[in-house]
């Protein structure tokens, strides 16, 4: 599989991990209206932007649960072992994020 097509397919799961673990958070009408509110229904940035996007609108105690739920729903689509990744205490989304990434491009 080339670099590119895993940056894709890593887009895609992200894109996948959002819708999922915000449904699970907000449920679907919860999870489309906060992204049609940030401008991202169709199109999701890098998690790093996504990440203020989220801080703007839910501030930072709620941000974190939900990157949690993002980054739960995302290991699973990739079979990871979650005790792989700290999510408990202080939690770097974008850390995570980039260490995720780099994984799968291996």
Same mark, same amino acid.
């Given at each position: 599989?080339?670099?590119?097509? +895993?940056?894709? =397919? ?8 959002? *819708? %999922?673990? @915000? ?6 009408? %919860?999870?489309?209206?906060?992204l049609? *509110?940030? /401008?991202?229904?169709?199109? @999701? ?7 203020? /996007?989220? #801080?703007? #609108?839910? %501030? @930072? ?6 990157? $949690?739920a &993002?980054? /739960? =729903?995302?290991?699973? !689509?990739? +079979?990871?072992?979650?005790?792989l990744?700290? @999510?408990?205490?202080?939690? =770097?989304?974008?850390?995570?994020? $980039? +260490? &995720?990434? !780099?994984?799968?491009? +291996?």
């Open positions: 599989m080339s670099v590119t097509s +895993r940056a894709e =397919d890593f887009a895609t799961t992200f894109a996948n991990a959002v *819708h %999922g673990g @915000l449904d699970k958070v907000l449920g679907q009408s %919860g999870a489309a209206a906060v049609s *509110h940030m /401008k991202m229904a169709n199109n @999701l940035p890098d998690p790093a932007e996504f990440h203020k /996007k989220l #801080l703007a #609108l839910f %501030g @930072l105690q709620a941000t974190v649960s939900l990157e $949690r &993002i980054v /739960k =729903d995302l290991v699973t !689509r990739l +079979r990871w072992a979650l005790d990744l700290n @999510l408990e205490g202080d939690f =770097d989304f974008s850390a995570t994020m $980039r +260490r &995720i990434e !780099r994984g799968v491009k +291996r």
